[in-house]
């Protein structure tokens, strides 16, 4: 049986293995990787599906602008497994990663993919023409879904990532604490 959680941080190398097979090292070259590069997903907004434990699908939501002090939500990536795909494991995760993103009260959630398959969740490209990604992309491909009616009404400019950054460790405490290792280690090989 297949059920759709919170992702969890013991769940990072599984979710990268499942996304190297769905997509490939083209997956970091893509305009919307440029916009969660160095960043945290939306809180509470990443899931997993999974199976006996293994992880077989995945779906994430990333804090941005659409234009200038216009909150909104980049879904990205979905992947299922192949041994899942046409299952409807896909829908499965759209609809909780939507649910969960209206009941936190965000706005509006944007995401460059194909148009024929997110219409079904209730996205368009009606109001994305005034807004572009970083990098090279379709226009058609980028497509919002509004939570909260009007939340892109006059929505203009370049869409830009707003959500928290990934904490870098702070290099001279990694230099000091490597220091008294080694300090520590000469002395217990000198006694």
Do not use: N
Not at 41 to 65: K, M, N, Y
Not at 96 to 125: C, K, N, P, W
């Amino acid at each position: 049986m297949i059920a759709i959680r919170q992702e969890r941080k013991t769940d990072a190398a599984a979710r990268e293995r499942l996304l190297d097979r769905a997509y490939g090292p083209a997956r970091f070259t893509k305009c919307s990787a440029r916009l969660r590069e160095d960043r945290l997903p939306a809180q509470g907004l990443s899931f997993v599906a999974t199976e006996g434990g293994a992880i077989v699908g995945t779906v994430r939501l990333w804090d941005v602008s659409a234009g200038p002090g216009r909150k909104a939500l980049l879904l990205g990536p979905l992947a299922v497994s192949r041994e899942h795909r046409s299952q409807g494991l896909g829908g499965r995760l759209m609809k909780q990663a939507i649910v969960t993103a209206r009941m936190r009260g965000h706005g509006a959630i944007l995401l460059v993919g194909d148009a024929a398959y997110y219409e079904r969740f209730g996205f368009s490209a009606e109001k994305t023409g005034s807004l572009w990604m970083p990098g090279r992309y379709e226009q058609s491909r980028l497509l919002a879904l509004e939570l909260i009616p009007g939340a892109l009404d006059g929505a203009f400019g370049p869409i830009g990532a707003t959500g928290r950054k990934v904490p870098k460790p702070d290099l001279a405490a990694l230099v000091a604490a490597s220091s008294k290792r080694a300090v520590k280690s000469s002395t217990s090989r000198a006694a």
